[in-house]
């Protein structure tokens, strides 16, 4: 729902509006922070950066994107965000798809011990 926000061990992230097939997120990284290596099963994102310098791997290649500059994720692409700088990270996130809930994330690597929680929760 809009105005929905958490607070995670990488950052934050805060929904901007949702409807029908969307969600957008505005995602807050700390400095040298990452969020988990993760894939979704509904939906494909679509990344603007905001402010600072974001390094983009997804299925296993890396990419630098800086403010203004985009970066796409396709249904079942696995990804990650990281925040190799000293500066703040700020990303828009467009999520498309027929389900946008945060229970569509497997992650398949993660610095905060999420990954086994995740792997548990599917057994």
């Known amino acids: 729902m809009a105005g929905d926000s958490e607070t995670r061990p990488w950052g934050s992230w805060h929904v901007i509006d949702v409807g029908p097939g969307y969600k957008v997120k505005r995602i807050e990284v700390l400095p040298n922070s990452r969020l988990s290596y993760q894939t979704h099963t509904h939906r494909s994102e679509h990344w603007v950066v905001i402010y600072g310098k974001a390094t983009c791997i997804i299925d296993g290649v890396t990419t630098i994107a800086g403010p203004g500059e985009s970066v796409d994720v ?3 692409q696995a990804h990650r965000i990281c925040n190799e700088t000293d500066e703040p990270l700020s990303i828009i996130e467009v999520q498309r798809g027929g389900y946008t809930g945060e ?13 086994e929680q995740t792997v548990a929760a599917e057994a």
């Open 74 to 76: 396709a249904v079942g």
């Open 103 to 115: 229970d569509d994330i497997v992650r398949l690597e993660d610095d905060f011990g999420r990954a």
